[in-house]
């Protein structure tokens, strides 16, 4: 084994066991964070079921990471790579995972914006129904990726990883287009029609502001 060689297996050692320590801290005030919403009631609002949907699918992704850290830090990790395959779809699942609990978060903020006085949209029956939907869409794009380019997953070297790589052409276009492009579009026109309707309100109160303003002063001012 030459230097330069030497010099990349430490270099992979130092990066991998950082982010096994990152991951596991990342777990522990994640469960933390979960374990205190659960057993105090009064911080039991959907606020705070957003935060912990929040930060359990940021474990779910933290332990695929971590799961890869320790394949890749064995003496034959490149020899050793048990289920593969199904580390790299489960890394394929994390994705849309986050980007579609970013999509709910926007629904809800909608629902308490523009549509505040449909108080049966601000119940913790449809956000634990949108939570549900985020996962069971999650799972259905990670097998169908799995399916349609031949269970298509490598072991790539550069990081020790098993990841699904561009070179499985389906997959990574039908990842991109159902775990990025769809949310990410959806949540831009949440947003915006947040803002335009957030914009618009102010509109109208300043008026109100300013003739009820006025007509205290006149009430109040002799003439």
Excluded at 12 to 35: R, V
Excluded at 78 to 97: E, G, N, S, T, W
Excluded at 106 to 123: D, M, Q
Excluded at 200 to 206: A, D, E, L, P
């Amino acid at each position: 084994m030459n230097n330069q060689t030497r010099y990349s297996e430490r270099l992979h050692s130092i990066t991998l066991t950082l982010s096994t320590i990152i991951c596991s801290t990342g777990l522990f005030f994640g469960g933390l964070l979960i374990f205190v919403v659960i057993i105090n009631k009064r911080f039991h609002t959907i606020a705070n079921l957003l935060t912990c949907n929040s930060s359990l699918c940021t474990m779910f992704y933290l332990i695929g990471i971590l799961i890869q850290n320790v394949y890749g830090l064995l003496d034959d990790w490149l020899y050793y790579q048990p289920a593969c395959v199904f580390r790299a779809y489960f890394q394929m699942m994390c994705c849309p995972l986050v980007t579609f609990l970013y999509l709910i978060q926007a629904i809800s903020r909608l629902f308490f914006t523009v549509f505040y006085a449909r108080k049966n949209l601000h119940t913790f029956r449809i956000h634990h129904f949108m939570i549900i939907l985020n996962w069971c869409i999650s799972i259905v794009v990670s097998c169908i990726g799995y399916l349609l380019d031949n269970h298509a997953a490598i072991l790539v070297l550069n990081c020790r990883y098993c990841l699904v790589t561009p070179e499985a052409f389906k997959s990574s276009i039908f990842g991109i287009i159902v775990a990025f492009l769809i949310p990410y579009s959806l949540i831009i026109v949440i947003y915006t029609i947040i803002f335009i309707y957030v914009r618009q309100s102010k509109r109208r109160i300043n008026p109100q502001s300013m003739s009820y303003t006025n007509n205290k002063t006149n009430i109040v001012s002799p003439n």
